[in-house]
């Protein structure tokens, strides 16, 4: 499985990944070998990352969604939006908060209640899809990236990574 995000568990013990086989793995990384925890939660994993706690993951899939992973008990919860492609997501430092960097039709960062899985704000500016968020280490910034590339068909352009720092107090 192609793995396309790994993160640490703020304390260093443990390393997450997630894959395109929508496999998220656990790893201890002191021992070699297999991961400690394995679960497929369905489809292509495009970001993981720990809470500042190290008690759960915040999962993007490209499917519509990003969740939140409790390792512990295995169960998760999570938001949903149709047609909009989550690429990556992040704890803010409290761990009230989540954000995440969304494509599709929404090409914008989406900002999450961690407990209410509530929308708090939609962050719109960038011109293609918003690829990666990351919180400031005080929780007052957030900066994104979009994705650079090219679109095909009678109305081609091309794209130039932006990144956007956006204040959320």
């Known amino acids: 499985a192609d793995v396309t995000s790994v993160a640490w568990r703020p304390d260093g013990r443990f390393l997450a990944s997630g894959s395109k086989d929508g ?67 992040d704890f803010s430092p409290n761990g009230k908060r989540f954000a995440t960097a969304c494509g599709g039709r929404a090409k914008a960062v989406g900002i999450w209640d961690t407990e209410t899985l509530k929308s708090l704000m939609v962050l719109e500016g960038h011109t293609s899809d918003v690829r990666f968020v990351y919180w400031s280490p005080d929780g007052s910034k957030l900066a994104s990236v979009n994705y650079p590339g090219e679109t095909k068909g009678p109305e081609a352009r091309t794209y130039t990574p932006e990144m956007i720092v956006w204040h959320t107090t």
């Open 23 to 89: 496999t998220i793995r656990i790893w201890d990384p002191f021992i070699r070998g297999y991961p400690n925890i394995s679960r497929s939660v369905g489809f292509w994993v495009t970001g993981v990352g720990w809470s500042p706690d190290g008690r759960h993951l915040i999962i993007a899939r490209c499917v519509n969604d990003a969740q939140i992973f409790d390792p512990a008990s295995s169960r998760s919860s999570g938001v949903s939006l149709q047609r909009v492609y989550f690429w990556h997501a």
